[in-house]
């Protein structure tokens, strides 16, 4: 059985930790928590510079600059802020029941058709910190032909919470 207080241990046993939760591009909430669900706002796999900037460190297409490979790491590290950004808006991580819904969004190039072995990445991601029953999650993978800051991947995803 799964236990959510351990989601940060899991975390590490993974040699992952929570980046700095990326920066808001506009004025809108990190996440809202509304009848048991916490809603995400969108965001992207950026990094936080040193001179603490949120950057894309991967910048482009898939199936043109990109490889699958690179989406998928994308796709990881959007979900590690997507985590943060949970911390922020509950405080803490034991408040997550589970992932609910992942709608990603995959920067394509004209004739790639692997968004979903790139938003594989989140997905596994959440697969082995929540556990094979908690962590599979509804999720939609939609192709783009532009993603703000020639990110690769964006997404959002809304998790069940309890307080």
């Not at 949120?54 to 590290?77: F, V």
């Not at 911390?87 to 190039?109: C, F, M, Q, S």
Request: glycine content about 12%; overall charge negative.
């Amino acid at each position: 059985m799964f236990d959510p207080g351990t989601l940060e241990e899991r975390l590490a046993q993974n040699g992952l930790r929570l980046p700095v939760p990326p920066m808001p591009i506009g004025r809108f909430a990190p996440g809202v928590v509304h009848a048991g669900l916490l809603y995400l706002s969108g965001t992207y796999g950026t990094v936080r510079s040193d001179d603490g900037q949120d950057i894309i460190d991967m910048p482009g297409k898939l199936g043109a600059e990109l490889t699958i490979e690179d989406g998928y790491a994308s796709a990881r590290q959007m979900m590690l802020n997507h985590l943060a950004l949970a911390k922020t808006v509950l405080g803490d991580l034991r408040h997550i029941e589970r992932p609910v819904r992942l709608v990603g969004y995959v920067n394509a190039a004209p004739g790639f058709r692997d968004a979903p072995a790139v938003l594989d990445g989140a997905s596994d991601l959440l697969f082995d910190l929540f556990g094979p029953d908690r962590g599979r999650h509804a999720r939609m993978a939609l192709y783009q032909h532009e993603l703000a800051r020639n990110a690769p991947v964006a997404g959002e995803i809304s998790f069940a919470v309890s307080r």
